[in-house]
């Protein structure tokens, strides 16, 4: 976990954080499959390093990414939610695990299918976050990038418009 930190988020500044999340994404799908399928402890232990790896992936740059994607008003909602989802999760694992079955292989399996379904969700429907594109200065992706958000929001595409850091000023 403690190399993923140094890893994925400064890469996510440099190139984006869609592909970051991506390449987490099928990092962690690979590493779960392998968790689950394997017989053998040496394949085993590798890929929980690797799943290990991917924890601030899925927990510092989807979270930025999600945020980013938001209209300023739904920021605070998104970071609630993601937290409730996040530590309910693991209070309903416990119970599961403490109450009801010793058995570690359906709760991994559930982790599996909702990381295949989260990694074609990144890969085939979500544009790259608008707000890093406006920091790297990359205006007409960003301008895209919002107009797909808007018309998968069911709101009108936006008329032609200028970002503040377009505008040139004469002093």
Same mark, same amino acid.
Request: glycine share 6%.
């Given at each position: ?49 690797? =799943? ?7 927990? *510092?740059? %989807?979270?930025?990414? &999600? +945020?980013?994607?938001? !209209? /300023? ?33 359906? =709760? ?7 990381? *295949?379904? %989260?990694?074609?969700? &990144? +890969?085939?429907?979500? !544009? /790259? ?43």
């Amino acid at each position: 976990m403690f190399i993923g930190y140094f890893i994925l988020p400064p890469n996510s500044d440099n190139y984006g954080r869609r592909p970051t999340f991506i390449i987490t994404m099928i990092l962690s799908t690979i590493a779960q499959g392998v968790i689950l399928f394997t017989s053998n402890i040496h394949h085993l232990f590798l890929f929980m390093i690797v =799943l290990g790896t991917t924890f601030s992936g899925k927990n *510092i740059v %989807a979270l930025n990414f &999600a +945020i980013e994607c938001q !209209p /300023e008003g739904m920021k605070q909602f998104v970071v609630s939610l993601y937290w409730l989802v996040e530590l309910s999760s693991i209070i309903l694992w416990s119970f599961y695990y403490q109450k009801l079955d010793k058995n570690w292989f359906p =709760l991994q399996a559930v982790y599996f299918v909702v990381g *295949i379904i %989260a990694m074609f969700i &990144a +890969i085939f429907l979500l !544009p /790259e976050s608008p707000r890093f594109l406006y920091n790297k200065q990359k205006f007409d992706q960003a301008r895209a990038g919002l107009n797909y958000i808007s018309v998968f929001n069911g709101k009108p595409k936006m008329k032609a418009f200028l970002f503040d850091n377009e505008i040139e000023t004469d002093e």
